[in-house]
């Protein structure tokens, strides 16, 4: 849950122009409670989303609703068609695992995903402006299913349509319909550059992220060992007796105690870093369907440009023979040309917009992953120093039991 | 699991750390590493491990760390290289915890630590140089039968021996060794020798195979050379000293013995053969086919070391030893077990942490070379501290274990002495069954005797024949009778060795085990003091990140 504090320094309510109140603009959202509902197959989490806000087109300080994954998705979705341009946060995947789908700590995490999901939408000074998510935060939960209904089916692109499309652009099909041969891209070195450092940029997010979920497993398990190991020296010093068997069950028991540290670790790794890292992941895919979505705006431009210059070629043609089509073209080619600037000023409205989103997701990037590994290196710092206190805790104790 | 696996479990160890420690900042592709162990000898051991390394190298200049490989001189040194630094005096000092565990593990050339000394006399012994030997004389159908041989040398002040002495043994001499002290030493803890392993001759020739019988067979000499009593036996002596062929007498096969036991049974069943009261001294074996059949009907009929009958195994003290020296070796190989798992899962962490190390240090690069922004460089500028921490941490976990595996190591070999205890009482049951089965022996022939002599009242005629018969007979009880009295002190002896080797043991265990315990934590402690340090250096250089946003 972010508090107030943060939103005031994310510039998130600055830009909003009315508020009549002293107090500066704020919109704060918490996604808390996680509750099972419904039966087995049918069975789901529901979430509290707490909003306290002082926007004028919210109701009141404070509204509470219950939401459920496929809500966030809609709102995702939705902002995905609305403002194309902007990166928007990603949000945490399906679960494909049966297993763990209601398991405590997949909730916890998916909780504390969507809670950092839909803040930072709260937090943009664009995307908090949008009206689904006014719909969203507030409306009774009859009309967000009313709504959620109503985007599915043909109409409905969702971003890995997106990623398709956009290796269509690269594919000879688009190509052989314009009748040209090599695919319709943009020529911007600096854009191209880009889009190489983000798909490379996932690669090795992966694989760190990778590493880190093994690390987490590989503190599961040391920790695990340590109590079977602890377990064990028990029992022989139960079997030893007298002074040695003394040492031996003493060492057990802080074995057992260390393993118990190491699992807590185990978690607060999962939490603070591996976390992170796989929302880092997530923000660099959801960037590539900004990509895909740059590139279709710019292939519409250039193909409405390419239809108005032939049918320019046809309108001289009319004007020359004087042909009562004439005014037919003329009207088709003012539509076009309308059309056409509209396609251009969408796909410049894409670029600038990037542009402003790269320099901030940057920023944004850099205190996460800052944060990231300082939680990693404290987390790590603190399970060392306590494995280093208990072990030494022991050695007086030891001597007197040797000596003896 | 043998130490010998162990040996090549660490040396894997060192393998993969090699390919995770030398990473250089080229795409060069593959880099071949060869390197000796414990280079500082000019032992001809030789490991090369072709691992092929990729993207990022990082080279650590550790050379204070005793367990570290002298490894070829770093000649790409980049800027990464300042990640790690150097050990400092801190290190050194640390490493004085563990000197007394700290002793190099793989033998050549470093002589053992395990001395039992009473005083000042030593008994070192190194087996180096395996060398393959043809034996044309003897060659089989097949062809030439060629061999291996190890050259055993020996630095003593022990009165009996020479000062230094060399000699070529092969393996079916340590066998043979091995089968005379079980002969000589009844009822003593022997360790146990190494195995003889059935695998095929092309296998026996292999550099690996010759490798881990080596390293067996010193740690089964020094064992022996441990032993307070073994270390002065005249086949251990022999065994080290005399050159040229051993002179022990070699053990035979069972199957010659069964043929030449298979010749005298039927001298036996006419009762024509006579105990040698030296033979009773050990069980029935091969030979004595008629006594093994005895010795196995007696067994039966108490039932498998089971005791009735006249000669009690009255020493309840003994009884009660017995079963909870089986339920120790019952906890010892639990936790031995638990040990190698413990060993394994530190391993894994210290492996994956060096992977996220690498993952990161992979990251940092490409993050810097395509900079656009400044907000891109700091934070490769944080991911380095990080990466050096984790890289740090996790050579740290390898040490830690090269370490921790010595320690608890003492566990697998006190499996190894409950092994040999287990045969030192197997010996008591053994000695006790020859008694008995010459006792009832004793008693059968009496009762033979008894009836012929009762008989004489009622039947005349073959009167010189029952007479003949009768003295025959009391001279068998009377041998019998010997035999008897000759294994009741066979017997006796062996429960002497036993209960001595038991004191022994008890206190050996007791100071071995304590030390174990205090190695084990000291190295877990220091260890992660050290890796603590490391983590709040890259801690305390993020924590700028920390009063940013607050507390969740």
């Known amino acids: 849950m972010i508090t107030t504090q943060r939103s005031s320094t994310g510039g998130g309510g600055l830009q909003s122009p009315r508020s009549p109140s002293s107090q500066p603009p704020y919109l704060s959202v918490s996604v808390t409670d996680p509750a099972k509902m419904g039966n087995g197959v049918q069975a789901y989490i529901s979430y509290k989303v707490i909003t306290k806000t002082n926007f004028p087109e919210y109701q009141g300080p404070e509204k509470i609703v219950i939401r459920r994954y496929t809500d966030f998705v809609w709102l995702r979705d939705r902002l995905f068609e609305k403002y194309k341009g902007i990166f928007i946060p990603p949000l945490p995947e399906k679960s494909t695992v049966e297993k763990f789908r209601f398991s405590a700590e997949f909730i916890e995490m998916r909780r504390q995903a969507l809670d950092t999901f839909v803040n930072r939408i709260a ?282 | 699991m043998a130490f010998e696996d162990e040996l090549f479990e660490e040396a894997h160890l060192y393998a993969s750390r090699e390919e995770m420690e030398s990473l250089v900042l080229h795409d060069d592709g593959n880099t071949n590493k060869s390197f000796t162990f414990n280079g500082r000898d000019d032992n001809q051991h030789h490991y090369s491990l072709s691992s092929p390394v990729t993207v990022a190298e990082i080279i650590t200049s550790d050379d204070g760390d005793p367990l570290e490989l002298l490894s070829s001189p770093n000649e790409n040194l980049n800027s990464f290289d300042s990640f790690l630094e150097p050990p400092s005096y801190a290190d050194a000092m640390f490493r004085s915890f563990d000197s007394d565990h700290g002793k190099q593990i793989n033998g050549h050339g470093v002589v053992s630590t395990s001395v039992q000394s009473t005083g000042f006399d030593y008994l070192k012994i190194s087996v180096m140089y395996p060398r393959k030997e043809q034996d044309v004389a003897n060659s089989s159908v097949s062809g030439v039968n060629t061999y291996v041989t190890y050259l055993i040398t020996t630095w003593t002040n022990l009165p009996e021996f020479n000062e230094t002495v060399s000699v070529r043994r092969r393996f079916s001499d340590v066998v043979t060794l091995s089968d005379r002290l079980l002969d000589s030493y009844r009822g003593f803890f022997l360790p146990m020798r190494p195995d003889k392993s059935v695998v095929e001759s092309q296998v026996m020739q292999k550099q690996e195979f010759v490798e881990q019988r080596r390293i067996a067979v010193e740690k089964y000499l020094r064992k022996l050379a441990a032993h307070p009593v073994i270390r002065r036996s005249e086949e251990l002596r022999v065994f080290l000293q005399v050159q040229g062929k051993l002179p022990l007498v070699k053990t035979t096969d069972l199957a010659s013995t069964m043929l030449d036991g298979a010749v005298k049974l039927p001298k036996q069943l006419f009762g024509e053969s006579v105990i040698d009261p030296s033979e009773v001294v050990h069980p029935a074996r091969g030979k004595d086919l008629l006594r093994i059949f005895k010795e196995l009907r007696q067994s039966v009929t108490y039932g498998w070391g089971g005791t009735k009958a006249p000669l009690v195994e009255e020493d309840k003290e003994f009884m009660e030893k017995r079963m909870k020296l089986q339920d120790f070796e019952l906890q010892l190989s639990n936790v031995s077990q638990q040990a190698e798992s413990l060993v394994k899962a530190q391993q894994d962490i210290g492996e994956t942490m060096g992977r996220l190390g690498l993952a990161f240090v992979k990251l940092t690069k490409f993050e810097t070379e395509e900079a656009v922004f400044n907000s891109q460089k700091v934070r490769a500028e944080d991911m380095k501290s990080v990466v050096t921490s984790a890289v740090k941490a996790s050579r740290l976990y390898r040490e830690l274990n090269a370490q921790t595996i010595k320690h608890l190591d003492k566990l697998h070999d006190y499996l190894g002495e409950m092994l040999a205890v287990n045969s030192a009482y197997s010996d008591r049951s053994n000695a006790v069954l020859t008694v008995q089965t010459l006792e009832s022996e004793v008693s059968t022939l009496n009762s033979r005797i008894e009836k012929l002599e009762a008989v004489a009242f009622k039947v005349f005629g073959g009167e010189r024949s029952r007479i003949q018969k009768i003295e025959e007979l009391k001279e068998a009880m009377r041998v019998t009778d010997d035999a008897k009295d000759c294994a009741v002190r066979v017997y006796e002896r062996i429960k002497e060795n036993n209960k001595s080797e038991l004191e022994r043991l008890d206190k050996e265990r007791h100071d071995d085990f304590f030390g174990m315990l205090k190695g084990f934590i000291v190295n877990q402690a220091g260890y992660a003091e050290k890796m603590a340090s490391a983590w709040e250096t890259a801690a305390n250089e993020t924590s700028g990140y920390a009063q940013i946003c607050s507390s969740k």
């Not at chain 1, 664009?126 to 089916?153: C, K, N, V, Y």
């Not at chain 1, 030893?240 to 069950?249: I, N």
């Not at chain 1, 944004?364 to 805790?393: P, V």
């Open chain 1, 123 to 404: 937090l943009h000074h664009e995307l908090q402006q949008s009206e689904d998510l006014r719909t969203f935060l507030q409306a009774d939960e009859q009309t967000m299913e009313r709504a959620r209904s109503q985007d599915t089916g043909i109409f409905k692109r969702k971003p890995s349509d997106l990623m398709q499309i956009f290796r269509d652009v690269q594919s000879k099909v688009s190509d052989v319909v314009l009748g040209k041969e090599k695919p319709v891209e943009e020529t911007n070195p600096e854009y191209e550059k880009l889009k190489r450092y983000i798909f490379e940029l996932e690669d090795h997010l992966a694989e760190a992220q990778k590493h880190a979920y093994r690390l987490v497993k590989r503190h599961r398990e040391l920790g695990q060992s340590l109590a079977d190991f602890g377990k064990a020296i028990k029992l022989l010093g139960a079997c030893e007796g007298d002074a040695l068997g003394t040492a031996f069950s003493e060492l057990g028991a802080k074995s057992e105690m260390l393993s118990i540290k190491l699992q807590r670790e185990a978690h607060h790794l999962l939490m603070n870093f591996e976390e992170p890292l796989k929302d880092y992941v997530r923000a660099v895919q959801s960037i590539k369907g900004t990509i895909a979505e740059r590139a279709n705006a710019f292939r519409q431009q250039v193909e409405l440009a390419e239809t108005i210059k032939l049918k320019e070629i046809d309108l001289n043609k009319f004007r020359l023979t004087r042909s009562e089509k004439m005014s037919e073209a003329e009207h088709e080619y003012e539509e076009l040309k309308a059309d056409s600037e509209e396609a251009t000023k969408r796909f410049e409205t894409i670029v600038r917009l990037m542009n402003e989103e790269i320099v901030r997701f940057q920023e944004q990037k850099t205190q996460d992953m800052g944060l990231a590994f300082h939680e990693f290196a404290k987390g790590q710092a603190r399970l060392a120093n306590g494995i280093a206190d208990a072990w030494r805790s022991l050695l007086p104790k030891l001597e007197a039991l040797s000596s003896s």
